[in-house]
T-cell receptor, first 112, second 112 residues
Framework: RKEVEQDPGPFNVPEGATVAFNCTYS??????FFWYRQDCRKEPKLLMS???SGNEDGRFTAQLNRASQYISLLIRDSKLSDSATYLC?????????????FGKGTKLSVIP | ETGVTQSPTHLIKTRGQQVTLRCSSQ?????VSWYQQALGQGPQFIFQYYREEENGRGNFPPRFSGLQFPNYSSELNVNALELDDSALYLCASSLGLDNEQFFGPGTRLTVL
């Protein structure tokens, strides 16, 4: 089983749609969780951290279920500028170590 | 504030050759991590340097080696290049081990 698995995608959605990405991780001792965004031929950039209580940043909502080892990202009211690859990222290490493990990514295309 | 920079941008080498990639961390950042991103995959952790010492290593052979200098810039060296080493090499810097990593634009290496 891969350490971090994501929906294979790609997702093609119209502007204004709601889209959800799912991710599972294998290491139950993982400490921190993130969603990164990567535009074509660019570097990954942190979109948001993910907490057990769930967190929201504008149109983006992230959820973590530690019992199921499952992470999700919801994007509401999709914009053309949301088109990118979304990477689910886990830090499997403890404090004093921040060695990110990335999923393969899910490509999102928002269509006019 | 200057972000993370990497050089060169692109590089073409042949099998068996050696390559050195360079990374300048963001001002004030003392931790550098290196990742390899093959086409269509998420980045994979190679190793991390904290205050000039290696602080962890991913599943990469010894021909991948690195250095961090007193100014916290870093090098990634790859010996005996193989075709599968063709990838985008990303460097990320952070202030300490437990903080957000900021990625540079990457070096795209092609091995022929």
């Amino acid at each position: 089983r891969k350490e971090v698995e994501q929906d294979p995608g790609p997702f093609n959605v119209p502007e204004g749609a709601t889209v959800a990405f799912n991710c599972t991780y294998s290491n139950s001792a993982s400490q921190s969780f993130f969603w990164y965004r990567q535009d074509c031929r660019k570097e990954p950039k942190l979109l948001m951290s993910v907490y057990s209580s769930g967190n929201e940043d504008g149109r983006f909502t992230a959820q973590l279920n530690r019992a199921s080892q499952y992470i999700s990202l919801l994007i509401r009211d999709s914009k053309l500028s949301d088109s990118a690859t979304y990477l689910c990222v886990v830090n499997p290490s403890g404090a004093g170590s921040y060695q990110l493990t990335f999923g393969k990514g899910t490509k999102l295309s928002v269509i006019p | 504030e200057t972000g993370v920079t990497q050089s060169p941008t692109h590089l073409i080498k042949t099998r068996g050759q050696q390559v050195t990639l360079r990374c300048s961390s963001q001002s004030g950042h003392n931790t550098v991590s290196w990742y390899q991103q093959a086409l269509g995959q998420g980045p994979q952790f190679i190793f991390q340097y904290y205050r000039e010492e290696e602080n962890g290593r991913g599943n990469f052979p010894p021909r991948f080696s690195g250095l961090q200098f007193p100014n916290y810039s870093s090098e990634l060296n790859v010996n005996a290049l193989e075709l599968d080493d063709s990838a985008l090499y990303l460097c990320a810097s952070s202030l300490g081990l437990d903080n957000e990593q900021f990625f540079g634009p990457g070096t795209r290496l092609t091995v022929l």
